[in-house]
Nanobody, 120 residues
C-alpha cells in the first residue's frame, strides 16, 4: 500500500506564499503521475498541477504563473510552491499519486489533505 504524507499548509495573507510537500512511502515500483488537487468548501475537487507520465506537467489555468510544481524523484516527493495567494485559493489541498507497487499492481493514492487558508 502506498501512503502519501502532505505538509506545508496554513494561514497566509493575500499576496503571500506557501510551499506544500507530499512524500510517497511504501513498496513502490514506479510512480507514473503525481500532483496536487484542491477542494474548496461546497465545491468539487479540481486539478491544481501535476506531473504526468513522461514528465510533462499540467497546470490549471487559475494557477498559471503563480504556482510551480517540482519534484525529487529519489525521494518520491513533489512540491507545490504557491505565490501571490488569493482568498479564492482557500481550500484543502490533496496530493495524488498513480503508479505501480512492487508486485506490479496499479495504485492510485490520495493524501489526507492539508488546509490552505488565505485571509487578512
Amino acid at each position: 500500500q502506498v501512503h502519501l504524507l502532505e505538509s506545508g499548509g496554513g494561514l497566509v495573507q493575500p499576496g503571500g506564499s506557501l510551499r506544500l510537500s507530499c512524500a510517497a512511502s511504501g513498496i513502490i515500483f514506479s510512480i507514473d503521475a503525481m500532483g496536487w488537487y484542491r477542494q474548496a468548501l461546497g465545491k468539487e475537487r479540481e486539478l491544481v498541477a501535476r506531473f504526468n507520465a513522461g514528465g510533462s506537467t499540467n497546470y490549471a489555468d487559475f494557477v498559471k504563473g503563480r504556482f510551480t510544481i517540482s519534484r525529487e524523484n529519489a525521494k518520491n516527493t513533489v512540491y507545490l510552491q504557491m505565490n501571490s495567494l488569493q482568498p479564492e485559493d482557500t481550500a484543502v489541498y490533496y496530493c495524488n499519486a498513480v503508479g505501480y507497487s512492487s508486485d506490479f499492481r496499479p495504485f492510485s493514492s490520495w493524501g489526507q489533505g492539508t488546509q490552505v487558508t488565505v485571509s487578512s
